[in-house]
């Protein structure tokens, strides 16, 4: 059993910056793929961004490319994702995810792990 926990939402102004964090309790972590994953109220849950294990591979969605980045520390078991150049369009809950190690996916039905999602919120 794998369980995440997100932290490091706000309030934010547009054109701000946000780091959220997962705390992983896996003692596999190295070798999981993380995801992110973002839900507005109304909306699907979609894909955000995704690591590898080691960290040397990314994946973004394509309106995020350029300003969100993703990274991980394995000592800590922790990924993070900083958020800059925030608009009102990404306004949402937040989820991190976790899968064994493989492809960087963006289906939600890949992940087999969740955090339970931290809500951030951009004004303009």
């Known amino acids: 059993q794998v369980q995440l926990v997100e932290s490091g939402g706000g309030l934010v102004q547009a054109g701000g910056s946000l780091r959220l964090s997962c705390a992983a309790s896996a003692r596999t972590f190295s070798s999981d793929i993380m995801g992110w994953f973002r839900q507005a109220p109304g909306k699907e849950r979609k894909f955000v961004a995704a690591?590898?294990?080691?960290?040397?591979?990314?994946r973004y969605e394509d309106s995020v490319k350029g300003r969100f980045t993703v990274s991980r520390d394995n000592a800590k078991n922790t990924v993070y994702l900083q958020m800059d150049s925030l608009k009102p369009g990404d306004t949402a809950v937040y989820y991190c995810?976790?899968?064994?190690?493989?492809?960087?996916?963006?289906?939600?039905?890949?992940?087999?792990?969740w955090g339970q999602g931290t809500q951030v919120t951009v004004s303009s």
């Open positions: 995810a976790a899968r064994y190690a493989g492809l960087l996916k963006t289906q939600v039905n890949d992940y087999y792990y």
């Open positions: 690591i590898s294990g080691s960290g040397g591979s990314t």
